[in-house]
């Protein structure tokens, strides 16, 4: 996952609305995702980031086996990430009945406008309506930027969940490439249900659209 660093979260108020993505806004997370992950092809080996980047790409895989969100601002789509309400799906090790998100990403020309803090909020949101104890995702070490945003919001490592990113797509030959796990434990009480309505009760299944605003003031 890659957001903003937390130097880059600016004092002004941005409003971001957060809602579950279409078919429609592929295009547009796509372009998302390209420049917020294309940087990394030059400290990726070529034979880790192809499979990289196009896993990340495959937005119908993501759309099918968990939830595409994107965040606007100005009327345009910012950043993008797609929640899994049981990560164990996605093949990474996690627990069966942790959510999680994947591919977490904002616009380099969108951050400091609180856009990566309304991504985070909406998948522990939704977490939180699935009945999931656990919020975890993974990142990298060569993301240095996230990792400190992850650690400034209060995220904590969970190490024994940690993965090597070319084994994950069966690289061998090479020094490990890590991916570095993070958690929250979520409180057993849940949120009030937002204005789009209850996402199925507690059922792992899809979402219905609906969207969030919020205003990040830090």
Do not use: K
Not at 64 to 72: N, Y
């Amino acid at each position: 996952m890659t957001l903003a660093h937390p130097n880059q979260l600016a004092p002004a108020a941005a409003r971001v609305a957060v809602r579950t993505a279409t078919p429609d806004d592929h295009p547009q997370i796509r372009a998302v995702l390209r420049s917020a992950y294309g940087p990394f092809a030059m400290t990726l080996p070529t034979r880790v980031f192809g499979p990289y980047e196009a896993d990340l790409l495959d937005l119908e895989t993501h759309a099918r086996r968990g939830t595409l969100v994107v965040a606007e601002a100005r009327g345009r789509i910012v950043g993008s990430g797609a929640f899994y309400c049981d990560s164990h799906v996605q093949g990474f090790g996690w627990p069966a009945g942790w959510s999680g998100g994947r591919g977490l990403a904002v616009l380099p020309s969108a951050r400091g406008q609180g856009v990566a803090r309304a991504l985070l909020a909406d998948c522990e949101r939704r977490a939180h309506e699935v009945g999931a104890p656990v919020f975890a995702f993974h990142t990298a070490t060569f993301m240095a930027a996230a990792v400190q945003l992850y650690e400034h919001l209060g995220y904590r490592r969970a190490p024994e969940y940690d993965v090597d990113l070319a084994e994950h797509y069966g690289i061998s030959g090479l020094p490990p490439i890590p991916l570095l796990a993070y958690r929250r434990d979520l409180p057993d009480q849940v949120p009030p249900m937002r204005t789009g309505g209850p996402m199925n009760g507690t059922r792992c299944t899809t979402t219905p659209p609906h969207t969030t605003e919020q205003r990040d003031r830090t």
